[in-house]
């Protein structure tokens, strides 16, 4: 059952950034308004994330850290025929089955919270707590248990500049979502949760780029598109500033990456990339999602459409500038 648990566990964590964004992603399930992200050691010491969602019932603790791990995997090779069903229900068991985790939670509806401590995999204790309501969740020496996938860590500054990275889109992602990282005991990102992606940007890009933004936004039925594009001026020689987002997730798109390039580029120089911060609202009858282990990738139905969509509009955008 170990063996299995820390074989499934290095599809889902591959290092701090995975396990952060496992973490933050059920904190938003949660319906979280606020969270902090506190790393120490680039996370692989030390990773902290605490949330005011609706925390997890007592009963419900233990069941959360094990679900689908015997009724989906009976082997190593069942595990590879599952995988591209995607890991629901598995980013708890498989944090705990290479790290060691405590957890405090606390739901509305119940006076005290529950300490959880599981390390390895083994439970260690579960016990009662005062705690306000909402979970914070501790994950310590990652993959401690397994020094084979440790090694291919690299050091802890580039592995907490994977989790600043990411943090950073979530952050973008949700400017309704008031969102703190916290760097071995340095602020190191704030985000108001006001609504207002502007502001984000300011944050994480500073006053250049945010001085140079042209607001954009078309609404059709098959979607919802909003955000920023840069001038051609603030434009890269790669593609890290394209960023976009559909349903409040971070994504990659060759559709929707040749849509943007497309509708600059009779404004920009070649190998020339712009910055973007598009977020997108899509009926998810339009979507086919399809989740690897390792990437996500989504077909649009009507894809034309939405790149000629998105390629006028920022066309139109770019042409009436200045
Ligand atoms: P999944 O998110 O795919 O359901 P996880 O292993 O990530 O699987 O989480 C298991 C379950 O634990 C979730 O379905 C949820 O019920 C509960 N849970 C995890 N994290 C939180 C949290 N921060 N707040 C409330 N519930 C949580
Ligand atoms: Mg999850």
Known sequence: QNTINQIAAGEVVERPASVVKELMENAIDAGATAITAEIREGGIGFIRITDNGCGIKREELPLAFLRHSTSKIRSAEDLLTVSSLGFRGEALSSIAAVSQVELITKTGDSLTGCRYQIEGGQEKSLEEVGAPDGTTFISRNLFFNTPARRKFLKTAATEGAHVADLVEKIALSHPEISIRLIVNNQNKLHTSGNHNLKD??????????????????????????????????????????????????????????????????????????????????????????NVHPSKMELRFKDGEFLYKTVCQMIQGALSGRE
């Open 200 to 289: 984000i940007i300011y944050t994480i890009y500073g006053r250049e780029i945010t001085a140079e933004l042209l607001p954009v936004s078309v609404e059709t039925e098959m979607f919802q598109v909003s955000g920023f594009i840069g001038k051609p001026s603030i434009a890269r020689g790669n593609r890290n500033f394209e960023n976009y987002f559909i349903n409040g997730r971070y994504i990659k798109s060759g559709l929707i990456a040749k849509a943007i390039e497309d509708g600059y580029k009779s404004y920009m120089m070649q190998h020339k990339y712009p910055f973007t911060m598009l977020h997108f609202t899509v009926e998810p009858e339009y979507i086919d999602v």
